[in-house]
């Protein structure tokens, strides 16, 4: 392999340019992050940070094969024996990696890209595999320029004063990124520590009620129950602004989150936001048990608002462990909710009758829908599923 790299790179010394078009083809095959061709060579491959590059090479079986990188592209290629060379390897070029293809040709490998790589960074690619139905003994694959986007990004959560009660904490979405909830569209959210997510204001009421779930803030509520983040537990907030995902979305993960004074169990869920359309998705860990205290799960616009006339009522409490068999349509500024708990008991606070807590390993929807106007306007309503 070695020597066909010497003669690559020998053969660009004394080779003019041309018109860069090397394909890929049966013996020589190459994509980073899926991305095929045509046009060759492939532009703009957009690599997001934070999350693994995948690297596909395919040529015959066990092949030797050299994949090397420059700052960028060939304005014009270089005619080797090999193929075109549309990289630059004279002015700037490293070999990134070398390897022999498997049995069946293949060669699969999922490199990571640190979240701190600069927006914009951009380099180029190609590799040359051993082929012995070339005359020259190799094949160059199409090159790729890469170019770095934005990705994932995952923030740490922190929390501020005492146990009861604490106050969720403030995160601003990216510029530019909006979330749509009932009738208005928030640029940023409070994440509590207690299991839920408020938009028109902060809350530290750490005792669910349905009471306080219609006066109090905007909110999602994947497990709002009285819990301390000061025995292991962790809460973060991963923003997916990767090309490579079909909607950008915020998720909130509770991991590992201890009961108010570590008397009980851990509890681990997640919250997910779709932040084009709206959509809702609340996720629970199969081991996810109940709390000694109650707990309350679902969304509400707060505020006290209620749905328009005729049904300007509080909404009634949903069986949202039967959403996924018997879906929901809602109603404008609908609220769906359940309030689980034991009365008595562990439970002082509880007043409503035996509901057990029958949500771990569940994985609950709420479609955002508005038949008049966009999602975060006057007549959004949702569909649980």
Known sequence: ???????????????????????????????????????????????????????????????????????????????????????????FGVE??????????????????????????????????????????????????????????VTPITFTGSEPGLFGTLFNYPSGMTFPFYDATFTRMYVNSDGHCSFSGNNGDFTPTPTEFRTGPSRVAPFWTDM??????????????????????????????????????????????????????????????????DQLMGLTPGQSKLPPPPNNQWSAQKNLSALPITPIVGLPNEAFWEWYGIPGAQMPFYTGPPNPWDMAGSSTSFLCLNNIGNPGSNGTYYYGT
């Open 1 to 91: 392999m070695q020597k066909l790299v010497n003669g690559l790179l020998l053969l660009c010394l004394v080779c003019g340019m041309i018109s860069a078009q090397q394909p890929n083809t049966g013996t020589a095959t190459m994509r980073v992050n899926g991305v095929f061709g045509p046009a060759y060579p492939i532009t703009n491959v957009q690599m997001p940070r934070g999350l693994d590059q995948n690297l596909f090479i395919q040529g015959i079986p066990n092949a030797p094969f050299s994949t090397w990188a420059s700052l960028g592209l060939f304005p014009a290629g270089a005619q080797t024996a090999f193929g075109i060379l549309d990289i630059d390897i004279l002015t």
């Open 96 to 153: 990134l990696l070398s390897g022999v293809t498997t049995a069946s040709g293949t060669y699969i490998l999922n490199i990571p890209l640190p979240a701190t790589t600069p927006i914009g960074a951009s380099a180029a690619v190609q590799t040359i595999l051993a082929d012995p139905t070339s005359a020259s003994g190799g094949t160059l694959t199409a090159a790729s320029g890469l170019v770095v986007v934005q990705g994932l990004t």
């Open 228 to 293: 301390n983040p000061s025995y292991g537990g962790s809460v973060t907030v991963t923003v997916d602004q990767s090309p490579l995902t079909p909607f950008p979305t915020v998720t909130v993960d509770w991991v590992n989150m201890a009961e108010w004074s570590n008397t009980g169990s851990q509890h681990t869920f997640q919250l997910v936001l779709n932040m084009l359309t709206g959509d809702i998705t609340v996720n629970h860990s199969p081991f996810n048990g109940a709390m000694i205290y």
